[in-house]
């Protein structure tokens, strides 16, 4: 694996990267957001319906030295994917990383450093984009043209599981997040845009006999990425079309005094794609058509930007972290990037 520096910047000295110009044509389907926030010292930690949460309104955070991703800390390329077209969706199931090529209509693991095709739909017919493992064998799926599906890793069943909102198709799936509930909020930006704001965000009980849907939220200048709160009450959207990560209350929260509203903007590049959140409840953004993760704390303070070493694209889609890693695909160049951190997981995230 080639090691290459990074850019990483502590989270006292914040500094933003520059743009990177040039790269290949972004596709026109990408967004991602998660977030949380960190309440004064005895607030109450819950998880359930009517809990009081940490995770919000909170004032800035005054942060030691210590790092997210040091600054001597390199980026390794951890997998090539060949003849790529975008790569999105990756999760870890018992230390393997699992993703998606929403072009190709693949569903790809990395095996000895290599990503194998698992999952083909010859008629491209499907296409997967965000995945999260819902039990040890089973992935639920955003398919932008057939809808929210499933697959088995086991028997490479590939299913619809709902392919409309009560008789309307849905305009085009981009990602989701669970609630740790049985529970998944999921992104239908279609060709939603600034000046055409009609994307949604919808709520699915998919541990139900039959699975129960809701539309939870619409107005959204495409809804790209999506994650939560680690107290569930909370849910970071990626605005793809305003350069945005938007805050929305979830389901489980009650107390009337927060509203949606903008958390962060990010500067330079198109928009936030995939996201995610740690268990500190920062927000991790991968800031497509700039070449960098953008990292802000609950509130929206910034606390890092991470870019990817020289020569790499700028096309960031996707992101996690996993056993002391933040991995990145970059679909530009087809490359699943890893950098070593500090940050440990949002269980839910």
Same mark, same amino acid.
């Given at each position: 694996?080639?090691?290459?520096?990074?850019?990483?910047?502590?989270?006292?000295?914040?500094?933003?990267?520059?743009?990177?110009?040039?790269?290949?044509?972004?596709?026109?389907?990408?967004?991602?957001?998660?977030?949380?926030?960190?309440?004064?010292?005895?607030?109450?930690?819950?998880?359930?319906?009517?809990?009081?949460?940490?995770?919000?309104?909170?004032?800035?955070?005054?942060?030691?030295?210590?790092?997210?991703?040091?600054?001597?800390?390199?980026?390794?390329?951890?997998?090539?994917?060949?003849?790529?077209?975008?790569?999105?969706?990756?999760?870890?199931?018992?230390?393997?990383?699992?993703?998606?090529?929403?072009?190709?209509?693949?569903?790809?693991?990395?095996?000895?450093?290599?990503?194998?095709?698992?999952?083909?739909?010859?008629?491209?017919?499907?296409?997967?984009?965000?995945?999260? %493992?819902?039990?040890?064998?089973?992935?639920?799926?955003?398919?932008?043209?057939?809808?929210?599906?499933?697959?088995?890793?086991?028997?490479?069943?590939?299913?619809?599981?709902?392919?409309?909102?009560?008789?309307?198709?849905?305009?085009?799936?981009?990602?989701?997040?669970?609630?740790?509930?049985?529970?998944?909020?999921?992104? +239908?930006?279609?060709?939603? +845009?600034?000046?055409?704001?009609?994307?949604?965000?919808?709520?699915?009980?998919? #541990?139900?006999?039959?699975?129960?849907?809701?539309?939870?939220?619409?107005?959204?200048?495409?809804?790209?990425?999506?994650?939560?709160?680690?107290?569930?009450?909370?849910?970071?959207?990626?605005?793809?079309?305003?350069?945005?990560?938007?805050?929305?209350?979830?389901?489980?929260?009650? #107390?009337?005094?927060?509203?949606?509203?903008?958390?962060?903007?990010?500067?330079?590049?198109?928009?936030?794609?995939?996201?995610?959140? #740690?268990?500190?409840?920062?927000?991790?953004?991968?800031?497509?058509?700039?070449?960098?993760?953008?990292?802000?704390?609950?509130?929206?303070?910034?606390?890092?930007?991470?870019?990817?070493?020289?020569?790499?694209?700028?096309?960031?889609?996707?992101?996690?972290?996993?056993?002391?890693?933040?991995?990145?695909?970059? %679909?530009?160049?087809?490359?699943?990037?890893?950098?070593?951190?500090?940050?440990?997981?949002?269980?839910?995230?």
């Amino acid at each position: 694996m080639g090691i290459m520096q990074t850019h990483g910047i502590d989270r006292r000295n914040f500094l933003k990267g520059s743009v990177v110009a040039g790269g290949t044509m972004a596709l026109g389907l990408m967004a991602g957001c998660s977030s949380q926030a960190q309440g004064s010292e005895g607030s109450e930690k819950g998880s359930g319906e009517g809990s009081a949460s940490e995770f919000a309104q909170a004032g800035p955070k005054t942060f030691a030295d210590d790092y997210i991703v040091s600054p001597t800390a390199a980026w390794e390329k951890y997998a090539t994917v060949e003849n790529s077209g975008l790569i999105e969706g990756m999760n870890f199931k018992n230390d393997t990383l699992w993703f998606i090529d929403v072009a190709m209509s693949n569903i790809l693991k990395v095996e000895d450093g290599k990503a194998v095709v698992v999952y083909h739909d010859d008629a491209k017919k499907a296409m997967p984009n965000g995945a999260k %493992f819902i039990d040890d064998t089973t992935m639920l799926i955003t398919d932008r043209s057939q809808g929210l599906c499933t697959f088995d890793i086991e028997t490479l069943e590939y299913k619809v599981l709902l392919g409309d909102f009560k008789g309307t198709p849905f305009l085009g799936l981009n990602d989701l997040v669970l609630d740790g509930q049985g529970g998944a909020y999921f992104t +239908d930006p279609g060709q939603s +845009d600034y000046l055409d704001k009609n994307g949604n965000v919808y709520y699915v009980r998919y #541990d139900a006999a039959e699975p129960e849907i809701e539309l939870y939220k619409t107005g959204f200048a495409y809804p790209n990425g999506i994650t939560i709160s680690p107290d569930a009450n909370f849910l970071y959207v990626a605005e793809f079309n305003t350069n945005s990560i938007l805050c929305v209350p979830s389901k489980t929260y009650v #107390d009337a005094k927060d509203t949606p509203y903008v958390a962060a903007r990010l500067t330079g590049g198109h928009g936030p794609d995939g996201l995610l959140t #740690d268990a500190d409840g920062n927000i991790y953004a991968a800031h497509l058509k700039a070449g960098e993760v953008v990292v802000v704390d609950p509130d929206g303070w910034d606390i890092t930007t991470v870019r990817l070493p020289e020569g790499a694209g700028i096309f960031v889609s996707n992101l996690t972290i996993h056993d002391g890693y933040l991995y990145a695909c970059e %679909f530009g160049q087809g490359i699943i990037w890893r950098i070593p951190t500090s940050a440990k997981q949002n269980a839910l995230g």
